[in-house]
């Protein structure tokens, strides 16, 4: 099968739009609340649950015939764990300050429920470079979602994205106030349910 | 041969091979990833300090030749780090925090100078898991942490216990601190940790102020102890101060401490000493004067 065939495409780009992992699937959804308060955190925990579900996904597919059926989930979740904790030093050892706001959120990748979701329903059944685009994918997916709310979390209720100051001192002088909810969790579930709402109704077809 | 991955042997034999391998492979990581990871540890702890100190907005190298150029000494009391600090020739004094948070375990670093006694001229929090807006506040706001700067840490001349800390409803403006808001159980453990903390600063204190005659004057880092008159040391390295009569040193008690090194202060006999005790100290490093001397005649 071509590398990048009809089928693997659609793999790819499924989990993008109508198999969205938060949107469609309603997985993952803790995470997205937890680290989105500022751009910076959001994009590295968004890259790391990509890489995560990417070579996760790939794993299980290798070992897929090898793995016996009733510790199945045991081996997954240990393929898991074990992915989470090297990214987690590796994080820690090159972006510190970033690990430090992300801190336990990294370890929770363990109990996302895209992996386990994408690891029971696609790896175990499929080739691994279809896997790979699976994981790459649904981890896209739900990067996107952090980023969107992450960026207006950090522009609105800090006036900064990415740490540079993007709104002016002459604004605040003038009476311009942060919203000081968007820099809350609840802020970022209503966020959520305004994109879910916004993509189901531009760009979800029920199929 | 076709593997019966559902026959019991295969399932044992099959989990112990992937946790051996796994367990090999994080062990790699950890040992491969541990020299980089420690010197971002301390890299994070030097701009800690620094941040205490008023310096922020370092990082990476220029960090690091800012805390070499700042810091002089770093001393251990009893576990916990302090250090010497010297910014355009004035003598400051950070103290390491330890303490209990809320949900977890908070740290920081006071700096501390004298201006008229112990003042703070800095202060910096840590946190491991408060919550975010709420406790994470006495790291994540600058301007709760600049308001400690220029409090007092004694009250008057009362050394017997720390007035420097962090309440509800602030009652002397020179020495509290306001709470931050809804995060009570947190500012109630920075206060604590600030408490204790310092406690060596205050042992150091009450020792200087009783034993101000007989003892000289060392200056560790708080400078208030028993020289109100006098704020010269005229020694190079010895650590005596010159006493003004009734200073809090006793009358009559020489005004210069001789020895260069030793800490002891010369005495007239009977200010102290035992009648016809050797009028100078000369016991190196020896913390009494005279008494020491006499103390087998």
Request: glycine letters at 10%; aromatic letters at 8%.
């Amino acid at each position: 099968m071509a590398l990048f065939s009809k089928q693997n495409r659609e793999v790819f780009t499924n989990p993008l739009n109508l198999d969205h992992p938060i949107l469609g699937q309603v997985l993952g959804i803790c995470s997205a609340l937890a680290v989105t308060s500022q751009l910076k955190p959001a994009i590295v925990m968004g890259l790391a649950v990509t890489v995560i579900t990417a070579f996760a996904n790939v794993i299980i597919s290798v070992i897929r015939n090898t793995i016996p059926n009733r510790i199945r989930i045991v081996v997954q979740l240990v393929v898991v764990a074990a992915l989470v904790t090297i990214v987690s030093q590796i994080l820690k050892a090159y972006v510190y300050d970033v690990s430090v706001q992300l801190s336990v959120y990294v370890g929770l990748i363990i109990t996302n429920c895209i992996l386990m979701g994408r690891l029971e329903a696609f790896a175990m059944q499929n080739k691994p470079w279809p896997s790979f685009l699976d994981g790459v994918g649904n981890g896209l997916g739900y990067a996107m979602i952090l980023v969107i709310v992450g960026a207006v979390r950090e522009f609105l209720g800090r006036g900064s994205l990415l740490g540079f100051q993007i709104i002016p001192d002459g604004a605040y002088e003038a009476g311009y106030i942060n919203n000081g909810m968007m820099t809350m969790p609840a802020m970022a579930l209503i966020l959520v349910g305004c994109v879910i709402w916004v993509h189901r109704a531009y760009f979800y077809k029920e199929k | 041969m076709k593997l019966n991955t559902n026959s019991n042997s295969y399932i044992i034999i099959y989990s112990a091979i992937l946790v051996i391998i796994v367990a090999f492979l994080l062990a790699f990581i950890f040992k491969a990833l541990k020299p980089m990871q420690d010197a971002n540890v301390a890299l994070d702890i030097k701009k800690q300090i620094l941040y205490s100190l008023n310096i922020r907005g370092l990082d990476g190298s220029e960090a690091e030749a800012k805390y070499a150029e700042v810091v002089k000494e770093e001393k251990d009391v009893d576990g916990q780090k302090i250090y010497l600090c010297d910014i355009d020739g004035e003598e400051i004094c950070v103290f390491s925090l330890k303490g209990m948070g809320l949900w977890g375990g908070i740290s920081g670093y006071l700096a501390i100078h004298d201006q008229d006694g112990p003042t703070v001229y800095g202060a910096y929090f840590n946190h491991e898991s408060e919550t975010a807006g709420l406790g994470a506040e006495i790291k994540d706001s600058q301007a709760w942490q600049e308001k400690f700067i220029g409090k007092k840490v004694f009250k008057g001349g009362e050394y017997g216990s720390i007035a420097l800390s962090v309440v509800k409803n602030v009652d002397d403006a020179a020495t509290q601190v306001d709470c931050v808001t809804g995060a009570t159980l947190t500012s109630n453990g920075v206060n604590d940790m600030i408490h204790a903390g310092l406690s060596s600063l205050m042992k150091e204190i009450q020792q200087g102020v009783k034993e101000c005659g007989t003892k000289g004057c060392g200056h560790e880092c708080a400078k208030g102890r028993c020289h109100d008159a006098a704020k010269e040391c005229d020694h190079d390295g010895a650590k005596g101060c010159k006493h003004e009569a009734g200073m809090g040193c006793k009358e009559g008690a020489a005004k210069e401490c001789g020895h260069e090194g030793t800490k002891g202060c010369k005495h007239e006999a009977g200010m102290g000493c035992k009648q016809g005790a050797a009028k100078e100290c000369d016991h190196e490093g020896a913390k009494g004067c005279c008494a020491d001397k006499t103390a087998n005649e």
